[in-house]
């Protein structure tokens, strides 16, 4: 994205504990920090004291804003405003952005300024205008993760961080694992790592050699950087928002069972049906039958289920390979399937018979399209699994619910892009609204 007049060269460190956004009023201060983080929305900014802050061209000034509240209390938000000589409206400067989150830093500027990534930072800036490394793309599915990186340094190391829990990410369980590392060409590299169960909030370092002899390999010696010493650069921060919230025990509950498709429909869903029912699924993908197996009874809980939206496919069918570079592995002309038919219907009847014993009203919400091209599936498989499906269900007495039907009828654009499983924000929101009506007729039949 470009400024008129302005270039805002910041680098954020973060020092594990820290907090993000309490449950009361999420979705508004959600909808604030991505507009933020988009650079969509600029902020208001204000001098020392107090004042509108200007700036003129050629000149770096401290400036202020308003940032979110943290435990009910204003904070303020400190960053450097520079614009450069002969900046105008017709000159739009490119913004500079770099994130590092560091784990166990602790806060105060004494721990800031001891860390090098803010000396290295600003020495790369200075000699090329960029930072030495910045995110350029995710991509996730399900829970394999890959991030990609541009990096003048050469990458010595990658690691996923990941939390469990809920409220401040301070108070949640965290935990660190090494993260596979690939290199590209032109200093690109990949990160491929798989989230953890119960994920609720994750982000990828990748760590390089901060040298001041040479850390570039361009051949001269860096201004700033401390000798020997690991320089850590970060994916954005990520919360998994499952659509779960505060249950009004007034009203039903509705439990949605399903992979990064439901994933994407949820959210909707739950503001469809807002003052009918309580719709809530799990904070995780998930993904195949076998998994379905394990994890089914935490996934129900204590809570009394009126209706169950139910699915399982799109991972059974999937081939993967361990040395695929596609996201999850996925290859189907090198890998493995994940779960075979033979094998799919046996554990998917035994997941029907334990969702039954909930009392639950089921609804089962067949398997949606697999277009041409997708690498780790082949179209009309999903045809199989969904006939197999279908037997059990007629047999148990589920009603189904046909996604396989309304996507096939999805116009290409609807799709993320040609032979991905997964749809923009407009597809989303047709799956929703029938996933909605279903289970509205479901409840009208209970009660």
């Known amino acids: 994205m470009k400024f008129k007049f302005l270039i805002l060269t910041l680098i954020v460190i973060i020092g594990l504990p820290f907090t993000v956004l309490n449950a009361t009023g999420y979705s508004q201060q959600q909808e604030a920090v991505l507009a933020l983080g988009n650079l969509t929305t600029a902020p208001k900014t204000h001098d020392e ?9 050629g000149e770096t000034k401290a400036i202020y804003f308003d940032a979110l509240n943290y435990k009910g209390k204003p904070t303020r938000v400190f960053a450097s405003l520079g614009i450069p000589e002969g900046a105008s409206a017709d000159s739009p400067v490119p913004g500079v952005r770099m994130v590092s989150l560091v784990p166990g830093m602790k806060h105060s500027h004494n721990f ?4 090098p990534e803010s000396y290295d930072f600003v020495d790369s800036i200075v000699k090329t205008g960029k930072p030495w490394c910045r995110q350029t793309g995710t991509r996730i599915d399900g829970m394999d993760v890959s991030v990609d990186f541009s990096c003048s340094k050469p990458l010595v190391s990658a690691s996923l961080l990941a939390n469990s829990g809920s409220g401040h990410t301070g108070d949640r369980d965290w935990s660190e694992t090494t993260a596979e590392l690939t290199s590209g060409s032109d200093g690109t590299w990949t990160v491929n790592t798989v989230l953890p169960p119960g994920t609720n909030g994750w982000f ?7 040298v001041d002899a040479d850390a570039d390999g361009d051949d001269s010696t860096d201004q700033f950087g401390y000798n020997d010493e690991e320089i850590i650069a970060s994916s954005d921060y990520q919360e998994i928002d499952s659509g779960n919230s505060y249950a009004d025990t007034s009203l039903p509950n509705v439990l949605i069972i399903g992979d990064s498709i439901s994933i994407g429909y949820t959210p909707l869903v739950k503001e469809l049906l ?5 719709v809530q699924r799990p ?12 994890n089914l009874e935490t996934w129900l809980g204590e809570t009394r289920w009126d209706v169950i939206h139910f699915n399982w496919g799109l991972h059974d069918l999937c081939y993967r390979h361990p040395d695929s570079k596609a996201v999850g592995r996925r290859d189907k002309i090198n890998g493995t399937i994940s779960v075979p038919l033979e094998e799919y219907k046996p554990n998917l009847e035994a997941l029907v018979e334990q969702l039954r014993k909930t009392g639950a009203t089921l609804i089962w919400a067949n398997t949606t399209l697999v277009p041409d091209g997708e690498v780790g599936r082949f179209a009309g498989d999903e045809l199989k699994y969904n006939q197999v499906a279908k037997e059990i269900m007629n047999h148990h007495g589920v009603e189904i619910d046909d996604l396989h039907t309304l996507t096939s009828g999805f116009d290409p ?15 989303y929101a047709l799956l929703a609204a029938q996933v909605t009506e279903q289970i509205k007729f479901a409840l009208r039949k209970e009660y």
Do not use: M
């Not at 800031?112 to 860390?115: P, V």
């Not at 807002?274 to 309580?278: D, L, P, Q, T």
């Not at 904070?283 to 394990?294: H, K, P, V, Y």
């Open 49 to 57: 004291n107090g004042q509108a802050a200007t700036v003129v061209a």
């Open 112 to 115: 800031g300024w001891n860390r």
């Open 204 to 210: 990828v370092n990748v760590k390089a050699n901060g």
């Open 274 to 278: 807002a003052g009918v029912a309580n």
């Open 283 to 294: 904070d995780a993908n998930t993904r195949d039958t076998n998994i379905g197996l394990e």
């Open 413 to 427: 654009s609807l799709f993320v892009k040609p032979g991905n499983v997964h749809y923009i924000k407009e597809g």
